[in-house]
């Protein structure tokens, strides 16, 4: 048995979606949790663009925006709390299923029955909004954000392109992950000829990371395992603390450990608390990791997927796991060598 990929998951529901921004004027834009390059680019890409169309738009995101995404233009309108925010319409991005988008979103939505337009790119993507614009062929959700933008005949300023690139580069890993296509250029193109600056993005993501980074690897790579195609790493509290890294903070490691080429699946376990473990995935072309993630409670795209398991530890987490990546591994091919 080979392992079929799935046809993209494509819903693109425009009409419901203008109807509701049509008939909105207080707007709340919503995304993930832990929220990565493209998970601020495009809720600031959309909530810039929504604002130079007339309408009153405030980003919420559990815990504020990180550091490192601060160069994103107006990233600091960002509030951690909904204090006082009645919108009458809630908007998220770049999350596919609603547990993801956190406390506040789900604060927003079940405190007044607000409805919610869903943008996304993820294959996993539960279709969980009133309106949902899903298109897993887009390398990331900004590119779904600039999408709509553009069939709603709308100019892309220099602010919400600056915003949008920032999730292209860094969801496509400096348009290198296989999803990139030559219509990934053209948009990409059409981003930077609106002004956006690609050397400001590398060298606030792909290209600097906190030195503890390095100390955490330094410390960790000797202990990876490697069996059956799966390489993996147990990531405990002490690990965290020894490199300096606020707990539960991106690593990057099964990016990392998915290029040693003797494997074709790989993950990190990381330990948030003694029971609740945060497992990221990676797979080379020809594998999927999606549907492990799916099937654990979290989602993610073909190549790159995670979930948190709790009621585990570590240990039992591995155990469990680790065998069904191999099962993957199993019914995959690679695709390119
Ligand atoms: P990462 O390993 O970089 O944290 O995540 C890889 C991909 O999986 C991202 O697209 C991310 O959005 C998705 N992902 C990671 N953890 C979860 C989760 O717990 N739930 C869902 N739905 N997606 C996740
Ligand atoms: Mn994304």
Redesign the pocket.
Known sequence: MTNKIEAPLVRLEWDAANELVDNASNIVTVT?V?P?GDAIGSLMGLTIALREHGKTVMPVVDGGCPDFLRFVPYSEDIRGMIDGLKPDLVIST????QP?IGKTGNQLLASNGVPLIQLDH?Q?NLLFGDANLVDARTVAAAEGVLDWILERGWEVSQNAAQALLTGFVT?TLCFRTSNVTASTFGKAQILMEAGADLTLIVQNTMARKPTSRHRLYGHVLSRMKLEDGVIWLNLTVEDFKFAGMPLGE?TGL??YLIEADEAYISATFKEIEETVI?????AVPGFDVSRV?LSL?????VL?????ITGKTLEEVEELVVPMLKKQVQLGKPIYR
């Open positions: 993930h832990s990565d770049d999350a596919s299923d993801r993820h996993t969801d991106y099964s990016g945060e497992c990221s995935f990676r993630a409670g979290g989602g993610g795209h790159a997927s995670g979930c948190t």
